[in-house]
């Protein structure tokens, strides 16, 4: 069973997802920023399930 408040893969993407940041200005800063700091991960990706 799963429980209430664990959240979906699909809704993280679409809020914190590769794509989601580069769609606005902003959310490109943020992924040069983490690039600038040398982030081996500069955005989310969903991992399968165990």
Known sequence: ???TLEGTKIKRQHVSGFRARMST???QEVL???RAK???KI???AKERA
């Open 1 to 3: 069973m799963r429980r």
């Open 25 to 27: 200005p902003g959310g």
């Open 32 to 34: 040069n920023r983490r």
């Open 38 to 40: 040398g982030r081996h």
């Open 43 to 45: 955005a989310i990706t």
